[in-house]
């Protein structure tokens, strides 16, 4: 059973940056597709970006060109580096990952076996 811990949530003001990063208990994490999702209050979550097990990306276009999904898989670690933060940021961030047989990014939140906990995100304007 995979452990997901997740770090780096904070309150930061418009404009500013955050990193958050996903630590996985197993060492064999670098195989499965890893994803970071968002909830905001009274939403539903939403796939926010993915990385797949030969280090492919894909973001969401509310994020694109401002947040990058990346992993140290020496270190059993995914990152998300979020930049240029704005209000409608401001949700609980989830890392996900997915069994071993998956193999490609999904956006869709039932593709992915594993969860952490989540970390708050709070963007102030």
């Known amino acids: 059973q995979v452990q997901l811990a997740e770090s780096g949530g904070g309150s930061v003001q418009a404009g500013g940056s955050l990193r958050l990063s996903c630590a996985a208990s197993e060492p064999t994490f670098s195989s499965s597709v890893k994803a970071w999702f968002r909830q905001a209050p009274g939403k539903e979550r939403e796939f926010v970006a993915g990385?797949?097990?030969?280090?492919?990306?894909y973001h969401a276009d509310s994020v694109t060109g401002r947040f990058t999904i990346s992993k140290d898989n020496s270190k059993q670690t995914v990152y998300l580096q979020m930049n240029s933060l704005k209000p409608e940021d401001t949700a609980v961030y989830y890392c996900?990952?997915?069994?071993?047989?998956?193999?490609?990014?999904?956006?869709?939140?039932?593709?992915?076996?594993?969860w952490g906990q989540g970390t708050q995100v709070t963007v102030s304007s």
């Open positions: 990385i797949a097990w030969n280090g492919n990306t």
């Open positions: 996900a990952a997915t069994g071993y047989d998956i193999r490609s990014i999904y956006t869709s939140g039932s593709r992915y076996k594993f």
